[in-house]
């Protein structure tokens, strides 16, 4: 057995990053590889993602988010969307577990009304359940997508003006001081609460978002390996770290 803290020596002179996401990708293509049914492929990517979430939240890394099911992903399937939930909902008392032991919080994006009532009770548990968590905030992406979530997020914003306006007439000064800017804006995402990731991992080699956070991850570092999602253990997250260190994050400026 070895430790978890397992290439700390490659860790310990590294800038951690405090935000990162992942595009867990590749399980379908694993599970291929091997003749088995893609659900086993997802079962093996499960396992991954609990090694990596205590993985993360032991070396210090403070908000890990990870894209799970996209506003996409209802074109599979009925059997592998099925299945796609049934881990879930296996996973859902590990995933507390283990935040418990690591004082972790677990929280969920995308929208949630698409699901059955059950499913959005066991959504609003888990949140419920680990919300005193402080080491690391874990955000699973559920019925998500960057475009649903801005538009979804416009709609809160209109709704909260026109309240707060009373149905009044608008005056050209008052439509002049609406004051919605960037970081006014960013309250009615459903990231709120997490910083905008500082690397993007997306494994088994695809080049592209897939309508992942395209609003947060504008200054976003990618990282994205070749290899596939259930094969992503401790040592090819400390190489993404590794990568990011060599990265120099400009923001547009110049030193
Ligand atoms: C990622 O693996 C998991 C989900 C999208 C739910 P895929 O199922 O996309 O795996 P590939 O891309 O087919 O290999
Ligand atoms: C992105 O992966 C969605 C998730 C990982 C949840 P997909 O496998 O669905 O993306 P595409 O279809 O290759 O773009
Ligand atoms: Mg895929």
Known sequence: MTSDLEFYDRLKDLKIPNSVAIILDGNGRWAQK????????????CDTLEEIIDYASKIGIKYLTVYAFSTENWKRSKEEIDALFRLFKLYVPIIIDNAHKNNSR??????????????QDTCKMLMEETKSGTNMVFTMALNYGGRDEIIRAINKLFIAKITEHNNKEWTKKE?????????????????????DPDLLIRTSGEMRLSNFMPWQL???????????????????????????????RRFGGRK
């Not at 439509?175 to 910083?195: H, V, W």
């Not at 390996?225 to 993404?240: G, M, N, Q, S």
């Open 175 to 195: 439509l002049d001081n609406l004051d919605i800017t960037e970081d006014s804006f960013k309250n009615y995402l459903d990231t709120n609460i997490i910083p």
């Open 106 to 119: 677990c929280y969920i994006i995308g929208d949630l009304s698409r699901f059955s009532k059950e499913m």
């Open 218 to 248: 504008a200054y976003t570092e990618f990282y994205m390996p070749e290899t596939l999602w259930p094969d992503f253990h401790k040592e090819e997250l400390v190489k993404a770290i590794e990568s990011y260190n060599k990265r120099d």
């Open 34 to 45: 091997r003749n088995l049914p893609r659900e086993l492929g997802h079962k093996a990517g």
